[in-house]
T-cell receptor, first 114, second 111 residues
Framework: DAGVIQSPRHEVTEMGQEVTLRCKPISGHDYLFWYRQTMMRGLELLIY????????DSGMPEDRFSAKMPNASFSTLKIQPSEPRDSAVYFCASTPSAGAEGYTFGSGTRLTVV | GENVEQHPSTLSVQEGDSAVIKCTYSDSASNYFPWYKQELGKRPQLIID?????GEKKDQRIAVTLNKTAKHFSLHITETQPEDSAVYFCAASIRDDKIIFGKGTRLHILP
């Protein structure tokens, strides 16, 4: 298995532009999580899905952020419009359905908004 | 709200010495406690975990201890080596399907 795959690895965009981050979880993993990592706030859970259904989006910072999971093998995190304070590393992680087993993280997307 | 506190934020130890990182959690229902290691520019990777039905678990030079009464858990690394230098995150389960991370400890192994 190739693990959790995220794209792009790096994204530089101008303030106000739309940004879309992509994630492919490990096949057979029913849970998918989006995290944001910054020096100041550490690893923050933004939203997670179970069987493609959003379960908890309480960590999404504001309405500019949205996430979808149209099928078991693909999820997107969208920021529209982007702002400089959104600059961070965004990680996707997945885990099997057997409760809170260890997550497998993707390589992350380093987002820079200028 | 639910949170996980982690200390210290930075730790420097001489190569060969032991390192200890401590965490506390707030949700008494938490029953799963993983630890992750993140090297510079890399993804967090699970190194060891413990469930609430045991008090200690060991894997070679790494051990975790759990005190459910006090809601404390700790990571112990013995005979530290240069490759142990990284950021370490503790985490605790909230319900059965999500985990909350501590802020991380940057471990420096000094030659």
């Amino acid at each position: 298995d190739a693990g959790v795959i995220q794209s792009p690895r790096h994204e530089v965009t101008e303030m106000g532009q739309e940004v879309t981050l992509r994630c492919k979880p490990i096949s057979g993993h029913d849970y998918l999580f989006w995290y944001r990592q910054t020096m100041m706030r550490g690893l923050e859970l933004l939203i997670y899905f179970n069987n493609n259904v959003p379960i908890d989006d309480s960590g999404m910072p504001e309405d500019r952020f949205s996430a979808k999971m149209p099928n078991a093998s693909f999820s997107t995190l969208k920021i529209q419009p982007s702002e400089p304070r959104d600059s961070a590393v965004y990680f996707c992680a997945s885990t099997p359905s057997a409760g809170a087993e260890g997550y497998t993280f993707g390589s992350g997307t380093r987002l820079t908004v200028v | 709200g639910e949170n996980v506190e982690q200390h210290p934020s930075t730790l420097s130890v001489q190569e060969g010495d032991s390192a200890v990182i401590k965490c506390t959690y707030s949700d008494s229902a938490s029953n799963y406690f993983p630890w992750y290691k993140q090297e510079l520019g890399k993804r967090p990777q699970l190194i060891i975990d413990i469930r609430s039905n045991v008090g200690e678990k060991k894997d070679q030079r790494i051990a975790v201890t759990l005190n459910k009464t006090a809601k404390h858990f700790s990571l112990h690394i013995t005979e530290t080596q240069p490759e142990d230098s990284a950021v370490y995150f503790c985490a605790a389960s909230i319900r059965d399907d999500k985990i909350i991370f501590g802020k991380g400890t940057r471990l420096h192994i000094l030659p």
